[in-house]
């Protein structure tokens, strides 16, 4: 009895020690936001002057990418440390498998109070506590989840609880489709990547999903100062986005627009004020370097591994290569890609270039999520460029590859050429034995819309499909019924 007596003492006096190094940790989320949209990484027509604040406080991370481009997958690989072919949620709106193990659960053995508030997890509030949050707040749009943190940090405190370390998840759904805040930004004046069409509805939606931008990076601010206030100066200020936007080669795609995502760190007096780092990074590493900073190990099992030593400053290098995946929904989305990326160079494989490319933008065309997609279609049938990139959304082939270190937007393909040869053949066989390590299925989740059948993806026959979609999902409703 005096020994187990005195083991549990020694576990208690350690973790007080413990606690006394531990950093309060806030993980601020977005959604749906390309790391190229925004001032700090480059692009001077969309201002986010909070995330300048705090790169100049903290680390910028250039080379930032997710683990899949889609909501589900991408969050639950950064809370497993795992890829999507090893937890299981590899479409979206999927779950890991059971039995798998959550990296929440190790930073509550560490020590850590965990709590999500927003969008953080995929799901509904009952959903996202199978992560094993401590707290699980039911707020979406950025007010709500506003006041439910700070009502939760003040409730913290007069509880007494403030001696034990938190970690802090916040997500909001900026810019999520549908962008239906007020736009203060003049359609005119919007600039777009160069595989956009300029239409009027393309601008408009361009302004709208500004707005959205411009607001999370004000939110950004706020948490910012009620972290100071509540939390004090010894905390990890993190943010981040799971992947691109919702716009064509964006999200459900494996180009940079859907995969490689703004990443910002700061932490008072551990982190280099206004660093940059150039190290490439995936979120699986964010929570094993979260529980590194924490002061706990992780199983050499996961996919992620700890950048602390970047953030540090103790190294300048992480990975040499990035693997990413897209499995789609099994609804709008049905076409499987893998990647893999180095500083220089990108060789995705289109799993099944007999399939059609098809979302949620082509086939709902819903206001202020894409509508603009009809413009699209109309000018494709007398505009030659129009036709081009049209053509390109919805016929892959079955490998690309790119310098991207001079073609940032992807836009020339460079697998014919003979002079690529070695390269490729190396890359192709880095990316299949990955790919059979992961133990990865090549999934098809649901039936696929073949090139050849046009008229369930070709928007000549878009009425037909909508009428087809429209019949399906009022059976759907009856049969719930």
């Not at 749906?32 to 990484?41: M, N, P, V, W």
């Not at 082939?397 to 190396?426: G, H, K, M, Y």
Request: aromatic residues 10%; proline residues 6%; contains cysteine.
């Amino acid at each position: 009895m005096k020994l187990a007596a005195l083991f549990f003492s020694v576990i208690v006096a350690s973790t007080n020690i413990c606690f006394a190094e531990q950093p309060n940790i806030v993980v601020y989320l977005s959604d749906d936001h390309s790391q190229f949209d925004s001032s700090l990484y480059g692009n001077d027509n969309i201002p986010t002057p909070q995330m300048e604040a705090l790169a100049a406080d903290g680390m910028t991370f250039t080379h930032a990418f997710v683990a899949s481009p889609s909501c589900a997958p991408s969050r639950a690989a950064m809370l497993t440390g795992l890829m999507p072919a090893r937890n299981g949620a590899e479409a979206n709106h999927t779950f890991p498998k059971p039995g798998t193990h959550c990296l929440i659960q190790d930073l509550q053995a560490a020590g850590y109070e965990v709590v999500s508030f927003g969008k953080v997890a995929h799901g509904s509030p009952k959903q996202v506590e199978r992560y094993g949050f401590d707290f699980v707040g039911n707020g979406k749009p950025i007010d709500q989840v506003r006041t439910q943190v700070l009502q939760f940090l003040k409730q913290r405190e007069r509880a007494d609880r403030t001696d034990k370390p938190l970690c802090l998840f916040v997500g909001t759904t900026n810019p999520h489709v549908a962008w239906e805040s007020p736009a203060t930004f003049d359609p005119a004046k919007v600039e777009f990547p160069p595989h956009h069409l300029n239409t009027p509805d393309t601008r408009s939606h361009r302004a709208a999903y500004y707005q959205e931008i411009k607001e999370l990076d004000a939110f950004l601010g706020e948490l910012r100062g009620i972290a100071d206030k509540q939390l004090g100066d010894d905390t990890l200020f993190i943010h981040t986005s799971d992947h691109g936007s919702q716009w064509p080669f964006g999200k459900w795609t494996l180009y940079d627009y859907g995969i490689r995502v703004p990443f910002i760190a700061a932490w008072n007096g551990k982190i280099a004020a206004g660093s940059k780092s150039e190290a490439m990074i995936s979120w699986v590493d964010l929570l094993p370097t979260l529980l590194d900073i924490g002061g706990a190990k992780t199983s050499e099992e996961l996919d992620g591994r700890s950048f602390a030593g970047v953030l540090r400053g103790e190294t300048e290098q992480h990975r040499d290569v990035i693997f990413t995946t897209n499995t789609g929904d099994g609804i709008k989305n049905i076409f499987p890609i893998r990647s893999i990326r180095t500083r220089q160079w990108k060789l995705i494989h289109n799993l099944h270039p007999e399939f059609a490319f098809t979302n949620h933008t082509d086939l709902d065309r819903k206001p202020m999520a894409g509508a603009y997609w009809t413009e699209w279609a109309e000018l494709a049938k007398t505009d030659d460029r129009a036709k081009e990139i049209v053509d390109r959304y919805y016929q892959r082939p079955e490998w690309e590859l790119f310098d991207v270190s001079q073609d940032e937007w992807e836009q020339t393909n460079l697998i014919d050429e003979p002079a690529q040869s070695e390269r490729i053949a190396e890359m192709k066989e880095q990316l299949a034995a990955w790919m059979e390590s992961q133990g990865d299925q090549h999934i098809v989740n649901s039936e696929p819309r073949l090139l050849e059948d046009k008229e369930r993806w070709h928007p000549d026959f878009y009425e037909l499909q909508r009428q087809v979609n429209e019949a399906t999902l009022q059976r759907s409703r009856g049969q719930a019924k």
